[in-house]
Structures are given as structure tokens and as C-alpha cells.
């Protein structure tokens, strides 16, 4: 059971994330789409975390999100550190690195995760582009 929790979670959260967090609220910088995914994720607002990912992956964002956030408790984000490795006006890609706390069926799993999420800006909005590895 503790084997399959944690495959959950971490498809949850590469699909939650990697189905990457962010895009449709974001502020000025990629650095905004990638904190309101997290909020957005920490809510289990599947929707709102759908918005922050570009429109070809949105669906399967929202999906995989409702789906996680029906076997989740709670999910906490902390330690969020962002870097932009790069950035032009329309692509970017930041450096992420965070600790979450996931809690499911009695048990809560703490992890450490650190990925690379490319950003496209559409119509103005930084939008994830691919689900987190």
C-alpha cells in the first residue's frame, strides 16, 4: 500500500506540476505562474491549477489533479526556490526546487523535489508547457 501511495503521489504531483503548476493567473514573470500553480495545488483547486498549464495539456492537468485531490488530505509547499535560467519574450524555463508534505489514507510522505519547467507566454500569460518529470 505505502509502495502505491507514493507512486500515486509522485504522479499526482509530476502530473499536478509536471502537469505543471501554472500559467493563467501569473503575474509578471514565469516566476508568478509557477507560485500560483503551487497555491493552487496546496487548495486542491484542480481547475485554477489547470489554468496555469498551456491549453494541448490543460485537460490532462485538470484530470489527473481531480483525481489526486479526491485520495489527498492535505499537500503542503514549502521551501519553494525559483531561478530563470533563461527567459526571451516568449519562452522561459526556471529551475524549481521545493519540499511537499502529502497526506493520504493515514499516512503523510515528505519529499524533496527539484525540476526544470519551460514556460511559453500566451496572450500575455505564462503557461506551463509539459507535466514535471
Not at 485537460?59 to 535560467?85: R, Y
Request: aromatic share 8%; net charge negative.
Amino acid at each position: 500500500m505505502k509502495s502505491r501511495f507514493k507512486l500515486i503521489l509522485v504522479t499526482v504531483l509530476a502530473a499536478l506540476m509536471g502537469l505543471t503548476l501554472i500559467g493563467c493567473g501569473g503575474g509578471p514573470g514565469p516566476e508568478a505562474t509557477i507560485e500560483g500553480a503551487m497555491k493552487a495545488l496546496e487548495a486542491k483547486d484542480a481547475d485554477k491549477l489547470g489554468s496555469y498549464f498551456t491549453e494541448d495539456i490543460r485537460g490532462e492537468v485538470v484530470f489527473g489533479a481531480e483525481t489526486a485531490f479526491e485520495l489527498f488530505d492535505e499537500i503542503d509547499v514549502s521551501n519553494l526556490k525559483m531561478k530563470v535560467v533563461s527567459q526571451t519574450e516568449e519562452e522561459a524555463s526556471v529551475e524549481v526546487e521545493y519540499d511537499y508534505e502529502v497526506t493520504a489514507f493515514g499516512q503523510t510522505n515528505k519529499d524533496h523535489q527539484s525540476n526544470t519547467i519551460d514556460l511559453v507566454k500566451v496572450d500575455g500569460k505564462w503557461l506551463i508547457t509539459e507535466p514535471f518529470e
